[in-house]
């Protein structure tokens, strides 16, 4: 019995999962949903396991089509569709292209477009797909088109369940996706001229529902050059709505007197940062004979809306100075909402904004545009390494400005200043130089290229400052077969970083027995290797390094010769390792030569060997030593000196000898004005007078500060660790702390009372610590160096050493070393309250015999001039001075200019040397 079923409208991954439930053999992800209408479904042939489906396809006014399914079942449904877009007008595809329409219009137009799906194996189902090709099982999408009046038919599968051969009867076809079973992208190769402009390829594509098609083309008006690279147009599958979009812009602009070259590309989705929408990256590259310029930019915004961007530009052009340091080119940059990693010491060579400018093979925007990848981390850098160094961030910023230069044309390089803030904040300086000689010649022939690498980084937050530089590979001496290496870095760690406090400096690296901390800087040794010939060569090493806790220098060289199985050699080495706290030294030297014959035995490989040497070992104090002698197979040791300085080695201190190893007692604790002070001066602690020009003719002088209540901030800072921290005699205000025990480690101490106390005095002849409830007492904590303040050391048999066998810079974290204290505000006195404006525009004080009336005659009975006695006449005025102060006001009195009582001003006498910040001028 025949049956039928009709819908109004519905999607195609819809209908066929309604058909044929899960017993279907096809992938549904690669299925494009299109939009069906007047669906009927013809089942008359259920019996035999048949199915039919006619539906229609309608987009709009402009576009339709038709759609046809076929199915048969055997052990499974196996089904063939069609679905045939027709516009009911040909789409002038070429016109509607953005930039280069107007030179297409009526070049490259739609006929019609079709979309065949089979399950994996539909083989003796027939359908009719109009003009469609032949196709082979899986999802297929196609296109009529005509190209410059020449019809060309393009197919795009989408999904292949089969490899088959493709069709040769219409355009060549080149397969470009990497996925095996699902190509997505395919290329035709045009190379069709239509006026100025050559279209290259036309790429076909799906993906995500969306099916596109886009062209590269160039377009050369003179002069002018423009290329066009993934200019595409597109539309859903559910809704025919074309799309059209560029991916790149390229420009050029060619004369004899001026070059100018640019891009801007559209980074591909798979590239950008998860949270970004979109970003174009650009470079423009001028050259004129005077002058070149090199531009990077690129411009992003985040799916939140947020814009952020970076410049950056080289400019090479001859600015001039003296013969020592001749300007050769800027550069300089800015990031908005940009992330900048800054490289290490030994990657400068390599960072792309340094390397923007060097020797690159290429042309100029090639080298560019490969800059702005690798900045990126779109593609990797020139040690193979993937790095993203700059990546849109909110909230981050950047400057760089930079210079090149040359010094007597044998020295080039150039310097960067960069600083960073925003969610953190750094300063860091880039150099790179080199040093060629002689000039002009091929680089073969020159005798001398040395390339060094510079950085210095300043994270004032952090608390991190280091300075270091780095020999390149491509160093060389005399010969590019005399390798020259070596690294150099100085490193302090201060303020609220865990390692405050350490600091390191090292040129080649460190003592081999040395224990380097994990945030010491990795450096190679200062060395050389020369190949001399085939037979012969000749290399060395030497170091030094400085830390908190030790010094060690040292150096090697080796001398090889060897042809075929003989080989000689003259070695010679020496290490030397100096410990601070407390004092002792160790020294090694070997010298060594020798000589080996190789011997192929018939069942056997044998090498002879024979040498003569001498090592020598030297301690203290006191002096002691060793000499180890080896001639062949005889080793003859010789002791001599003291042996004291093993044993020293177990010896603890007592604390006399321990306190030598400390600062002197007046650097032992410090008072350090942190915020508020105004002036500091002198005072002589003899005559009790203070020195206004801070100039003391005696060492019997205190500090006198001048600070600004309310703001005013000190720290105490001691060397000695404190147990506890406590104010005054008593824990009456609450400002004591309670630590752990220390530890001191010469003294064989595990468990150690130290305490450290402040007292502030009203006066110096006062005894009584002020109250200080109402200031803010906060403890310091440092990190101080093991060497002195670490716990006890045991050998393997458990028995006190001074210093481990491999000497460390290791610190003890996080230990009380004073108070931070913040005076209170200060407490307002009594007011008059609020005094109206007007009442202080004019002056009320009586002008009858007022010295201040303009009118009264000028006296020279009162002269003021230059004084250092002012103050202790002020502190006389209520005793030997209080005639003078009587006569004055009985004429401020009788004037009525002071009508108050006779007061003896002994408060002002008493602090006259507190109320001054110098000395006031007195009467002649």
Same mark, same amino acid.
């Given at each position: ?271 950008? &940062?998860?949270?970004? *929408? ?8 001028? @050259?004129? =004979?005077?002058? #070149?310029? %090199?531009? /990077? ?114 020295? &080039?390089?150039?310097? *960067? ?8 904040? @750094?300063? =860091?300086?880039? #150099?790179? %130089?080199? /040093? ?489």
């Amino acid at each position: 019995m025949a049956k039928s079923a009709k819908a109004s409208e519905t999607y195609l991954v819809k209908l066929i999962s309604d058909l044929f439930k899960d017993d279907v053999d096809i992938d549904y992800a690669a299925l494009p949903n299109i939009l069906l209408s007047n669906v009927i479904i013809h089942d008359k042939h259920l019996k035999n396991n048949q199915i039919k489906v006619d539906a229609t396809i309608k987009f709009d006014d402009r576009y339709s089509g038709k759609f046809l399914l076929v199915g048969k079942k055997s052990t499974t449904w196996q089904f063939v569709a069609y679905a045939g877009f027709n516009p009911k007008k040909p789409l002038d595809i070429g016109s509607q292209i953005p930039l280069v329409g107007g030179e297409l219009e009526g070049d490259l137009i739609l006929k019609d477009a079709y979309l065949i799906i089979t399950t994996k194996e539909p083989d003796d189902i027939t359908i009719d797909t109009g003009n469609a090709p032949t196709f082979d099982p899986g999802i297929s999408f196609g296109y009529d088109i005509s190209l410059v009046e020449e019809d060309q038919q393009i197919t795009l599968p989408v999904l292949k369940y089969k490899k088959k051969a493709e069709a040769e009867n219409f355009a060549t076809i080149m397969e470009e996706s990497d996925e095996e079973d699902k190509p997505s992208i395919y290329t035709i190769s045009i190379q069709k001229q239509i006026g100025p402009i050559l279209i290259d390829s036309i790429s076909l594509s799906y993906s995500e529902q969306v099916i596109s098609c886009s062209l590269d083309a160039s377009m050369t008006i003179g002069p002018l050059s423009i290329s066009l690279n993934g200019l595409s147009f597109g539309t859903s599958v559910k809704v025919f709505k074309p799309k059209f979009n560029l991916d790149g812009l390229g420009i050029g602009y060619t004369t004899t007197a001026l070059t100018i070259e640019g891009a801007v590309i559209r980074v591909p989705e798979a590239d950008l &940062e998860k949270d970004i *929408l979109i970003q174009f990256d650009g470079e423009l590259i001028i @050259q004129t =004979a005077k002058f #070149g310029m %090199a531009a /990077l930019a690129s411009y992003a915004q985040a799916k939140s809306g947020l814009p952020s961007f970076f410049a950056f530009v080289n400019v090479n052009i001859p600015l001039g100075g003296p013969p020592f340091f001749i300007v050769t080119g800027l550069m300089g940059g800015m990031g908005f909402n940009r992330n900048l990693v800054m490289p290490s010491f030994k990657q400068v060579q390599d960072f792309p904004l340094m390397a923007i400018s060097r020797p690159q093979t290429g042309s100029a925007k090639e080298h560019a545009m490969e800059t702005l990848q690798i900045l990126e981390g779109q593609k990797a850098g020139a040690d193979g390494e993937k790095v993203k160094w700059i990546t849109p961030k909110a909230g981050d910023y950047w400057l760089a400005t930079g210079l090149k230069f040359s010094s007597f044309e044998i020295i &080039e390089g150039k310097l *960067l200043l960069v600083a960073e803030f925003g969610h953190d904040l @750094q300063f =860091a300086v880039l #150099g790179l %130089a080199w /040093l060629s000689f002689p000039l002009g010649v091929d680089m073969s022939k020159r005798f001398i290229f040395i390339e060094l690498q510079i950085e210095a980084v300043l994270k004032p937050i952090d608390g991190y400052f280091s300075a270091s530089t780095s020999l390149t590979d491509n160093s060389f001496l005399l010969t590019q077969d005399s390798h020259l290496t070596g690294d150099c870095s100085f490193n302090l760690w201060f303020s609220n970083n865990k390692n405050a406090g350490q600091f390191v400096f090292t040129a080649g690296g460190y003592h081999p027995a040395f224990k380097i901390p994990s945030h010491y800087p990795k450096v190679a040794r200062l060395g050389f290797n020369w190949k001399i010939s085939t037979d012969v060569s000749i290399k060395g090493n030497s170091y030094f390094a400085i830390t908190p806790s030790c010094c060690m220098a040292g150096n090697a060289m080796e001398l090889v010769f060897q042809h075929g199985s003989i080989k000689a050699w003259f070695t010679t080495e020496a290490n030397f390792l100096v410990t601070w706290h407390p004092f002792s030294f160790l020294a090694a030297l070997h010298i060594e030569v020798g000589v080996s014959k190789s011997f192929d035995l018939l069942l056997c490989h044998k090498t002879v060997s024979v040498s003569a040497g001498a090592t020598l070992n030297l301690w203290g104090p006191p002096l002691g030593g060793k000499v180890v002698i080896h001639v062949a197979f005889v080793t003859i040791p010789i002791y001599f000196g003291s042996s004291e300085a093993l044993d020293k080695n177990k010896t603890k201190l007592d604390w006399k000898s321990f306190s030598e190893l400390l600062p002197k007692p007046t650097d032992t604790c410090k008072i350090i004005a942190k915020r508020g002070l105004i002036k500091e001066l002198l005072k002589d602690k003899r005559t009790k007078k203070i020195l206004y020009t801070n100039q003391s003719t005696s060492d019997q002088t205190t500090k006198i500060w001048i600070v600004r209540p309310g703001s005013f901030q000190f720290s105490t800072q001691s060397v000695i660790p404190a147990s506890r921290l406590t104010y005054g005699t008593t824990n009456d205000y609450g400002k004591n702390v309670i630590g752990q025990d220390i530890t001191i480690r010469p003294m064989n101490l595990s468990k150690a009372t130290s305490i450290h106390n402040i007292k502030i005095n009203r006066s110096a002849g006062s005894s009584t610590p002020i109250d200080v409830k109402a200031w803010i007492f906060s403890p310091n904590y440092d990190n101080l160096a093991a060497t002195l303040w670490g716990p006890p050391l045991k050998d393997k048999d458990g028995n006190f050493v001074q210093s481990p066998l491999k000497p460390s810079a290791d610190t003890i974290d996080h230990q009380l070393t004073g108070y931070t204290v913040q005076v209170p505000p200060p407490t307002p006195g009594s007011t008059f309250g609020i005094i109206p404006i007007a009442r202080v525009f004019k002056e009320y004080i009586s002008q009858s015999k007022n010295p201040l009336n303009i009118k009264m005659p000028i006296s020279s009975e009162y002269w003021p001039a230059d004084s250092n006695t002012t103050i202790t006449n002020i502190g006389k005025i209520g005793t030997t001075l209080s005639k003078n102060r009587n006569a004055l006001f009985e004429v401020l009195n009788a004037n009525s200019i002071y009508t108050g009582k006779n007061d003896p001003m002994t408060g002002m006498a008493s602090n006259a040397n507190n109320l001054f910040t110098d000395s006031p001028m007195e009467q002649s």
